[in-house]
T-cell receptor, first 113, second 115 residues
Framework: DVKVTQSSRYLVKRTGEKVFLECVQD?????MFWYRQDPGLGLRLIYF???????EKGDIPEGYSVSREKKERFSLILESASTNQTSMYLC????????????FGPGTRLTVT | GNSVTQMEGPVTLSEEAFLTINCTYT??????LFWYVQYPGEGLQLLLK?????DKGSNKGFEATYRKETTSFHLEKGSVQVSDSAVYFC??????????????FGRGTQLTVWP
């Protein structure tokens, strides 16, 4: 059974803290993605990666960075967490195969106080 | 550019009612189209997909047909159940250049089914 796992389901952090969200996939997928989901705004793409050590900005990269040192792992970093980064964060992966679907992790609900 | 517009919610239906959630898209090239479902507290799951014009995707009683002439991929189900209550997302994938593998999502439609 294919799987995308995220390091935490719920996370509470204080303003100004550095936050790491980890995502691991076991499908040998080349592409990995980080989204945030907010009520009324749907899913918004933060960053994505086509391969190890490669990264591309999505639609809302400000305040975030990413790291992809191994093919199966994609980390989202909040350098200095702020309250407006309170959200649900979803990781996904897909192959280069044309028309392939993305597989999603269960999400991390992050609260910044 | 690439974008997806789907029916605003919330949608509230009685059990066994007919469901339609409209989805239209704008894309460069020939996209693949998807419907995802998100149950409360969970991530997104693929519900169905279609990769070329006139293809019909189907799963769990849901269907959607890829209509190139109307750039649409409407989701339908003949008889909804309480367990279908969820948020539904329409999405497209274009596989062109720098957007390889990226999905463009609609904003989601909340469906609530009452017994």
């Amino acid at each position: 059974d294919v799987k995308v796992t995220q390091s935490s389901r719920y996370l509470v952090k204080r303003t100004g803290e550095k936050v790491f969200l980890e995502c691991v996939q076991d499908m040998d997928h080349e592409n990995m993605f980080w989204y945030r989901q907010d009520p009324g705004l749907g899913l918004r793409l933060i960053y994505f990666s086509y391969d190890v050590k490669m990264k591309e900005k999505g639609d809302i990269p400000e305040g975030y960075s990413v790291s992809r040192e191994k093919k199966e792992r994609f980390s989202l970093i909040l350098e200095s967490a702020s309250t407006n980064q309170t959200s649900m964060y979803l990781c996904a992966s897909t192959s280069h195969r044309q028309g392939g679907e993305q597989y999603f992790g269960p999400g991390t609900r992050l609260t910044v106080t | 550019g690439n974008s997806v517009t789907q029916m605003e919610g919330p949608v509230t239906l009685s059990e066994e009612a007919f469901l339609t959630i409209n989805c239209t898209y704008t894309a460069t090239g020939y996209p693949s189209l998807f419907w995802y479902v998100q149950y409360p507290g969970e991530g997104l799951q693929l519900l169905l997909k279609a990769t070329k014009a006139d293809d019909k995707g189907s799963n769990k009683g849901f269907e959607a047909t890829y209509r190139k002439e109307t750039t649409s991929f409407h989701l339908e189900k003949g008889s909804v159940q309480v367990s279908d209550s969820a948020v539904y997302f329409c999405a497209l994938r274009t596989d062109r250049g720098s957007t390889l593998g990226r999905l463009y999502f609609g904003r989601g439609t909340q469906l609530t089914v009452w017994p």
